[in-house]
């Protein structure tokens, strides 16, 4: 099992950035996959970004492309989640996941919650206006 958590999430101004951080207790994230997904109050859960350590493949929302910067630590047992010129709309708990299998991502399924094994508990970010 790969326990994730997730820290990092505070209470920002439109504007200002955040990093989130998702880390893995052994073994590390080596040729898997790491999403980070949010859920904002009465929405359903939304793919955000991930990055695979076994290409280095990224995906982005559309939402957050060229605001928010996914990546790896070198030891590959903690991703962060770079979150710049944040607005109210990205106010939601934000989740990491992790495939289970070593494996890329392909871009019609990233966002898909089954092809994640592992999940945090969840780091709230709330940006005000």
């Known amino acids: 099992q790969v326990p994730l958590v997730e820290t990092g999430g505070g209470v920002v101004q439109a504007g200002e950035s955040l990093r989130l951080s998702c880390t893995a207790s052994?073994?590390?994230?080596?040729?898997?996959?790491v999403g980070w997904f949010r859920q904002a109050p009465g929405k359903e859960r939304e793919g955000v970004a991930v990055?695979?350590?076994?290409?280095?493949?990224?995906y982005y929302a559309d939402s957050v492309k060229g605001r928010f910067t996914i990546s790896f630590d070198n030891a590959k047992t903690t991703v962060y989640l770079q979150m710049n010129s944040l607005k109210p709309e990205d106010t939601a708990v934000y989740y990491c996941?992790?495939?289970?299998?070593?494996?890329?991502?392909?871009?019609?399924?990233?966002?898909?919650?089954?092809?994640?094994?592992?999940w945090g508990q969840g780091t709230q970010v709330t940006v005000s206006s």
């Open positions: 052994t073994p590390a994230f080596r040729n898997l996959a």
């Open positions: 996941a992790s495939t289970g299998v070593a494996g890329t991502v392909v871009e019609d399924t990233w966002t898909d919650d089954y092809e994640y094994e592992y």
């Open positions: 990055i695979s350590d076994f290409d280095g493949t990224t």
